[in-house]
């Protein structure tokens, strides 16, 4: 019964100050306006509608003019919504005054607390006292006092910014940083904060002063303004100074302009352009200044560029254009830090139901001093055409590949391709559950090659017009066979075997075909029960021959498993056709096995390897673990190769003696995130044949809800462009809503 009386009292003070309200708007209070103004804040109000309230109790003196609402006070006008212990409305001067727990929620979402606020204006002009004021992304602004014009301007006396929350034990201790500033202007219309003798603070120590600053609101992701400079040092082009400035040119389309200032370069000036577009995207990235490093003396620059256009929904055009007038340039400024090549192109694709098409044109520069630029093809164009069809009624798959290229180069081979490859992949079930598959393959290619004799083939003629199409059969058989092992969950063994037929082919019908593709090849695993074992169609070995296979598992109860495999193969017919030492050069191919185990979920291996048929010699070894967990992990790995296929097709007639030097590398890391806030990683790598190490990194990063801290160190003690190798250290922080501050030294 009480609550009761109190919801019936509180009904009749929202009538009676709509009464109120509406009597002092002089307008007429019809029974739909009554409804409106009882409905509450969920219903619309215009911009002509008088103030609504909400109270526990309600006065009003006739005489002067005052209505005085009390208790839980809650009154909303034009979006403007106040809530306050008692409100104090002024019929006489228009005005009122809320007094006690303050609070104002602004149509834009910004929500200021007060202890006393004088309103005028429907709400839109403001004189508070002690404020504080709630803005997006955990950002907070507190002040002695503020002035509110038209509901779009705040006058802010001695205001402090932060977006770190206060100390939970101690609330009145400075937070991590904070902005502090004689005076500030808030522009709710334009979303930007203006100080005014402003200082950051550090737990309470000025850091550094500046007679002013801006801030857009935290609630803006693009404004137009000068970001956080940055600073550091560098071996070549000594202390260095950035200012960024970020204009925001359009909804679509900003640009970041970044001038340089260095004691020993310089200056610099680096523009990047972003521009969205109703089908696509665009940006461009243009540098320009003088470095004395440099190969020429003047003017260094460089751009990147690429954009993607969405023709329709099938069809898309796209283009990338990367080039630089000095390497060196790139080297110093950190653009592209010992970076072998830059590439550019400009394409055409398409996706369809299981197919799709693309034709482009490619270039490449070469960064390095070991790649002349005259050796470095071109590719216009390169064409091809993917298809992959659904499941016949037999449950087989056709797939088919066309492709066609033109590459050129002014010392080398320059060649033309037509090529296809049709497959057709049948798969069976037969007795006892063995799984067979059955493949045929047809490569038809076409080729015109020029300059055979110069790199990368080195062959024996200058040029060769030719086409060939190579036949390929092969039916595989599997056998999984399944175990329970009770409490020790289940194990499963698989012996596999198949036979591939294929026409022989020997180093004589390869040297009239240009080696465009098949440039890098590594027998693994992998590529075991592959029917071509090459990358690529341009080398093929050919002949018939028997690929087998013993594989199995053993998965735990607890999710601790093993997995491994071991295989070989038998060919009937040598081959010269793949490199020296690729453990396929005898009838019987060298032995690849894999292993990977996992005892517990902290703790994984896994080894690969190549063993030779004859004495079991490792000629291959790639291994690699890892302990821990996502709070604390290490990692190791080892490689191991008897040759380098590097030097394979470096120069003519038989591979170089650098060819048969071993690599040997070790590679450790480790990341940890135990300590609260903190992150910590490391990593290096070591050449064990040079006994040198390649590289080390380190890396540390300190984060909370406002700040973050991100120390990294880099060495690389082998460079392409550096006979010494290089040194990078960076620090970066970030404040939130502010932006980052850094430092570099290179």
């Given amino acids: 019964m009480k609550g009761a009386n109190q919801r019936r009292n509180r009904q009749r003070a929202i009538i009676g100050i709509g009464l109120a309200v509406a009597t002092l708007a002089g307008a007429p209070l019809a029974h739909a306006q009554m409804a409106g103004l009882i409905a509450g804040p969920e219903r619309p109000i215009s911009k002509t509608a008088p103030v609504t309230f909400l109270a526990d109790k309600v006065s009003y003196d006739r005489q002067t003019g005052i209505v005085t609402a009390t208790g839980d006070v ?150 137009s303004g000068l970001l956080i400079p940055s600073f550091g040092s560098s071996t070549h082009i000594g202390e260095f100074f950035v200012i960024p400035y970020f204009w925001d040119i359009s909804k679509s389309q900003d640009a970041t302009i970044v001038p340089i200032l260095a004691t020993k370069a310089g200056p610099v000036l680096d523009v990047k352009y972003r521009q969205a577009l109703n089908n696509g995207k665009l940006t461009v990235n243009i540098s320009a200044g003088h470095d004395r490093y440099a190969q020429n003396t003047g003017l260094s620059d460089a751009i990147f560029s690429n954009g993607v256009f969405d023709l329709n929904n099938t069809w898309r055009a796209g283009f990338s254009y990367n080039h630089t007038s000095s390497t060196q340039y790139l080297n110093d400024f950190r653009y592209l830090p010992n970076q072998n090549f830059l590439a550019s192109n400009a394409y055409l694709e398409g996706f369809g139901v299981g197919s799709y098409a693309k034709i482009s044109a490619d270039t490449y520069q070469g960064l390095v001093a070991t790649v002349t630029q005259s050796n470095v093809p071109i590719v216009a164009p390169y064409a091809r055409y993917d298809y992959f069809g659904a499941p016949d009624r037999w449950g ?213 390897t190549r063993l030779a048929h004859q004495d079991l010699g490792a000629r291959m070894i790639d291994t690699y673990a890892t302990v821990g967990n996502k709070a604390l992990r290490f990692s190791g790995g080892y490689f191991y190769s008897a040759v380098n296929p590097y030097y394979l097709f470096t120069q003519p007639g038989a591979p170089p003696a650098a060819y048969f030097v071993p690599q040997r590398e070790i590679t450790l890391g480790t990341a940890t995130s135990l300590i609260p806030h903190w992150t910590f990683s490391g990593a290096t790598q070591r050449n064990i044949a040079t006994g040198k190490f390649d590289n080390a990194a380190l890396s540390a990063t300190w984060q909370n809800e406002c700040t973050a801290v991100n120390i990294s160190f880099y060495r690389s003690f082998t460079s392409f462009n550096y006979d010494h190798g290089t040194t990078t250290l960076l620090i970066n922080i970030t404040l939130k809503t502010l932006g980052n501050i850094g430092f570099s030294a290179l």
Avoid at 455 to 474: F, K, L, V
């Fill in 396 to 608: 087989g798959r056709f797939s088919m590949a066309a492709s066609a290229y033109n590459v050129s180069r002014n010392v080398g081979t320059s060649s033309r391709r037509v090529a296809v490859v049709s497959n057709y992949d049948l798969p069976a079930t037969g007795p006892d559950g063995i799984l067979f598959d059955s493949r045929v393959r047809l490569i038809a290619a076409g080729y015109d090659a020029a300059k055979l004799n110069q790199q990368p083939n080195y062959s024996n003629i200058g040029s060769a017009e030719t086409a060939r199409a190579i036949p390929i059969a092969a039916v595989s058989a599997r056998w999984p066979l399944e175990r329970s092992a009770g409490d020790w969950g289940e194990q499963i063994i698989e012996p596999r075997v198949q036979l591939e037929v294929a026409p022989n082919y020997g180093v004589t019908q390869n040297q009239v075909i240009p080696n465009e593709d098949s440039l890098d090849f590594q027998f693994t695993d992998a590529n075991l029960f592959s029917l071509q074992r090459f990358g690529g169609i341009d080398r093929f070995a050919g002949g018939s021959r028997v690929d087998y296979a013993l594989q199995g598992a053993w998965y735990l109860p607890d999710g601790a498993y093993a997995t491994g495999l071991i295989g070989q193969s038998y060919a009937f017919h040598k081959s010269l056709v793949y490199p020296v030492d690729s453990g396929l050069n005898d009838n019987v191919s060298d032995i690849v096995g894999r292993a990977t185990v996992a005892p517990v979920s902290w703790l994984s291996f896994t080894y690969r």
């Fill in 74 to 223: 809650e009154a909303w006008q034009n979006g403007h919504v106040l809530y306050a212990d008692k409100v104090v409305i002024d019929r006489n001067n228009n005005t009122a005054t809320a007094i006690g727990h303050v609070v104002m929620m602004e149509p834009s979402g910004e929500i200021a607390f007060a202890k006393r606020a004088r309103l005028s204006n429907g709400m839109k002009n403001a004189v508070m006292n002690k404020v504080a004021t709630i803005l997006a992304e955990n950002g907070r602004i507190v002040a002695n006092g503020a002035r509110r014009y038209g509901g779009v301007l705040n006058e802010l006396s001695k205001p402090v910014y932060s977006t770190c929350d206060l100390c939970k034990h101690d609330p009145t201790a400075a937070p991590l940083w904070q902005i502090k500033a004689r005076s500030a202007v808030e522009d709710l219309q334009h979303k930007v904060i203006e100080y005014h003798d402003a200082e950051l603070e550090i737990y309470g120590f000025p850091i550094f002063y500046l007679p002013y600053m801006s801030q857009p609101d935290p609630s803006v992701r693009r404004q």
